[in-house]
């Protein structure tokens, strides 16, 4: 298992969107949270299941509000520590780089594109009718674009195997190799409940608008000088 710590690129401005992107998050999982323990409390469960993305609603047109409200919603502790963690590390710079605003128009739009790539590997009836959540394909769009912009940078990475080590990766590695995991996930069939489509699109929306982005605002992005700590991943 790998675990990324933080990364060693120092973000020149406050990461204010990421933050509140972080702190919604947390916000909207209290209500998730409290039907899990809680389930005869019918309001509150079915106000949240009336958040998640149904496949089948979205291609009839139906819902469509849920492509965005599913964004914040996460199964249980480890899917939002995860993704927020994740989210924590990369999207600092990414938002350094691109502006407040033009950032988070960038994470809904890589969300959405997860979204839609989720839908688009679904095969039968039953797989359209189960509902998504999640903020893992926004997520993978902010990765898709650090790799991009950021390939040299160190990422401080938990390595927990036979062994325990911290270790300092470069990004291409470390967010090349969760990429490749994505793709495999795919091709053996490893389900498990987790849309690793969601996961591919994203990331690879992330990079084609980091692209385009970079290139409409060359003048203005100034590379962040990598920070190298001494210890920690």
Not at 44 to 50: G, M
Not at 195 to 208: E, L, Q, R, S, T
């Given at each position: 298992m790998f675990i990324p710590i933080r990364d060693e690129n120092r973000s020149?401005?406050?990461p204010h969107i990421t933050r509140i992107l972080i702190l919604v998050n947390v916000i909207v999982f209290i209500p998730l949270l409290y039907s899990t323990f809680f389930p005869e409390d019918t309001t509150?469960?079915?106000?949240?299941?009336?958040l998640f993305m149904v496949p089948a609603d979205t291609l009839q047109a139906k819902n469509l509000h849920t492509l965005f409200t599913s964004m914040f919603l996460h199964a249980?502790?480890?899917?939002?520590?995860?993704?927020?963690?994740?989210?924590?590390?990369?999207?600092?710079?990414?938002?350094?780089?691109?502006?407040?605003?033009?950032y988070f128009l960038f994470y809904l739009v890589c969300g959405l594109a997860a979204d839609f790539a989720h839908i688009l590997s679904l095969t039968t009836p039953m797989e359209l009718a189960v509902p998504t959540?999640?903020?893992?394909?926004?997520?993978?769009?902010?990765?898709?674009a650090y790799i991009l912009m950021y390939p040299r940078a160190r990422i401080r990475t938990l390595i927990l195997a036979y062994f325990i080590a911290v270790v300092s990766v470069?990004?291409?590695f470390f967010l090349g190799f969760w990429f490749l995991l994505q793709l495999l996930y795919t091709w053996v069939d490893i389900g498990g409940g987790v849309?690793?489509?969601?996961?591919?699109?994203?990331?690879?929306?992330?990079?084609?608008l980091a692209l385009i982005l970079r290139r409409r605002k060359r003048k203005q992005l100034k590379p962040v000088i990598p920070y190298y700590a001494e210890t920690q991943v």
């Open positions: 020149q401005t406050t509150v469960r079915l106000f949240v299941e009336s249980d502790i480890f899917h939002i520590g995860g993704n927020m963690l994740f989210l924590y590390i990369f999207g600092d710079n990414v938002e350094d780089a691109f502006g407040h605003f033009r959540l999640g903020a893992s394909g926004a997520i993978s769009g902010v990765m898709g470069p990004a291409v849309a690793y489509w969601a996961h591919i699109g994203g990331f690879v929306a992330g990079m084609v």
